[in-house]
């Protein structure tokens, strides 16, 4: 494990009733030893004084003829890493994943992973977890971003760091706040109790309805045979269901277990002796699937693999050829999702989609009602953070947004919950400038034809209002993001930039950590000019190959934004438009994807999005 350097570390555990408790940390030589006396209760605390980094240590406890060791402490920077799938992401599912757990081999860095957990109030102790040593056996499960951010600052810090990896996928950031911090009073934590167990209800009766209750044998395998993949099959019964999309968007919000999904295509005789690939795009979580009763592949617990099947001659027939799908989900999501492009039937003669109306039916079914947790306030603060607020830190990394920037109102509002949770959680440390670290959202979806409003953008703006906060700083990826994927695999760059980050903001190096920020803009003669903070040296358009600045608009009194010219002067950057004689506002990287927004400083640091109007 990792213990905080410089802080009074609090130990403590339960013992005999009035026994002493005594506490030696060693290594080569004593660095103490501590003593407690346990309550009528058993309880008993100590707290150790602040140390300096190093190790390994052994913390060894004694009471009443027990002796319990723990072995290989480090003392270091212990950093939090929180927020939703992008934080919780794996090194095991990022680019270049097979090298990079290959080459994890650094005794100085360990990673806790807190279990997905919830509580309505605030609970004293974690729900389970363990320390992992970043090695090849266990740091494919690491933090992502996390790892990445600690191999940044170990080539830059000889300090152990330790990684409390505090995250649940697809959460909102009303349920990391604390009641307090959302202004809620026992009568409102009570409402909101009576609308999940209404709402877990609810759940449970729609399931158990579409599904004739809750099967608990699928009736799809007869004695280890595939009934349901009989390409004869009547499916009288079956549902339709938009493929690709996980099955809770089509109503069955809630269920696990296995489903299956059945589809048809035309071959000619040709093609049928010819064979195909068969494109099944992503599915969450294992599958098997079958052409024409015939299986033709499977994939076991990889829900964000592409699966490409091939269909030899022997399973296909001139004319409609059946395509059975048995999906099994053990939690979270379910279904065939993703591109609707990687859906497809490839012949010789290229590729046909595979995308639309499919039919559906649950075979096995379990219902996990724990998944809408990360939707409710406070649910995940009281479990996941409030218990690690007893255990000092030096700072937090935090990577959350998505689940809120999917409408207007939500990525508004979003500002004052941000700022009110920084500030909560600070409260929590008992540290009034905690080190604060985030990550913009990355670019996502298609960009669009012309400038317009964007609920990611105006998400992007309410994170970047934070940055008022002391000891604060955001990470911007919009380079590394993805149009098709709301989880871009590159968090190498996502973590190296934190670290960069973390170096100025808590460790007080002199360096440049942030890409320009607008400061300011004046208006002359048709022509806009603004100026930048972090822009020390100058502004370059790319990041590694300069080229022609792009992403800005204006817009004039009609408030219609279109595509500007723009230049850079210096430190400055001057946007025009023939289009606009008379601008009034500009804007810049304003999308969900602003492809092309290409601002720079020269320490190759991108630009963050921002608009000089209020509209």
């Not at 605390?45 to 300096?52: K, S, T």
């Not at 009989?230 to 277990?257: T, Y």
């Not at 690939?277 to 033709?296: F, H, K, M």
């Amino acid at each position: 494990m990792v213990i905080q350097r410089g802080a009074r570390v609090p130990v403590r555990g339960v013992a005999a009733p009035r026994a002493t408790v005594t506490v030696a940390l060693s290594g080569p030589e004593s660095l103490g030893v501590w003593t407690a006396r346990a309550g009528a209760g058993g309880r008993w605390r100590v707290r150790l004084p602040p140390l300096e980094p190093g190790g390994p240590f052994e913390l060894a406890f004694e009471a009443a003829g027990e002796r319990l060791v723990l072995r290989d402490v480090l003392i270091g920077d212990v950093w939090l890493c929180s927020g939703q799938s992008n934080m919780e992401w794996a090194v095991a599912d990022s680019m270049n994943a097979a090298e990079e757990i290959a080459a994890a081999r650094d005794p100085g860095v360990r990673h806790f992973k807190v279990p997905r957990s919830w509580a309505a109030e605030p609970a004293p102790e974690l729900a389970g977890g363990a320390w992992e040593p970043a090695d090849p056996e266990h740091a494919g499960g690491f933090t992502a971003v996390g790892w990445f951010f600690a191999r940044g600052l170990r080539r830059h810090l000889d300090v152990p760091i330790g990684l409390l990896n505090s995250t649940w996928g697809g959460s909102r950031i009303e349920p990391w706040m604390s009641a307090r911090s959302l202004g809620l009073d026992g009568a409102a934590i009570a409402r909101l109790e009576l609308q999940e167990l209404m709402y877990e209800r609810l759940v449970l009766e729609r399931i158990e309805a579409r599904a004739g209750g809750l099967p608990d044998h699928d009736a799809g395998l007869e004695g280890g045979r595939a009934v349901w993949a009989d390409p004869a099959l009547d499916e009288a019964g079956w549902e339709p269901i938009a493929v690709p999309a996980r099955w809770e968007e089509a109503g069955w919000e809630g269920m696990d277990g296995v489903a299956w999904y059945r589809t048809a295509f035309e071959l000619s005789a040709a093609e049928a002796q010819a064979g195909i690939s068969l494109g099944l795009g992503t599915i969450d979580d294992s599958d098997v699937a079958w052409v024409n009763g015939r299986e033709v592949g499977r994939t076991e617990r990889a829900w964000n693999r592409l699966r490409v099947y091939e269909a030899p001659a022997a399973a296909l027939v001139a004319g409609r050829n059946v395509v059975a799908v048995r999906v099994e989900d053990t939690g979270g999501g379910g279904g065939i999702w993703g591109d609707p492009a990687l859906l497809y039937v490839e012949t010789a003669g290229g590729r046909r989609p595979l995308a639309g109306s499919w039919r559906f039916r649950p075979g096995a079914v379990t219902v996990n009602l724990d998944e809408h947790k990360n939707q409710v306030p406070t649910m995940l603060y009281n479990r996941m953070i409030h218990p690690l607020q007893e255990f000092p830190i030096a700072g937090v990394l935090w990577y959350q947004g998505e689940s809120n920037a999917d409408s207007r109102g939500d990525a508004i509002t979003y500002r004052g919950l941000f700022e009110a949770m920084i500030a909560d959680w600070r409260r929590g440390w008992g540290a009034g400038e905690l080190p604060f670290l985030w990550v913009q959202l990355a670019a996502y979806r298609q960009p669009p034809a012309e400038p317009g409003d964007s609920d990611w953008a105006l998400l992007r703006e309410s994170q970047s209002a934070a940055l008022g906060l002391p000891r604060t700083a955001q990470v911007v990826i919009l380079d590394a993001g993805d149009a098709d994927d709301v989880h871009p695999r590159n968090k190498q760059v996502v973590g190296e930039r934190l670290a960069l980050a973390a170096r100025r903001v808590a460790y007080g190096e002199d360096l440049v950590h942030s890409g320009p920020v607008y400061r300011r803009h004046e208006i002359r003669d048709g022509r806009v000019v603004i100026e930048f903070d972090h822009a020390e040296g100058g502004l370059v358009a790319g990041r590694t190959t300069p080229g022609t600045l792009d992403g800005f608009a204006l817009a004039g009194a009609d408030r219609r934004f279109v595509r500007a010219d723009a230049a850079i002067e210096g430190d400055r950057v001057v946007v025009r438009s023939e289009r606009v004689p008379e601008p009034v506002a500009v804007r810049y990287g304003w999308a969900d994807n602003p492809e092309g927004a290409n601002l720079y400083n020269l320490a190759g640091l991108p630009a963050s999005p921002f608009r000089t109007d209020p509209w």
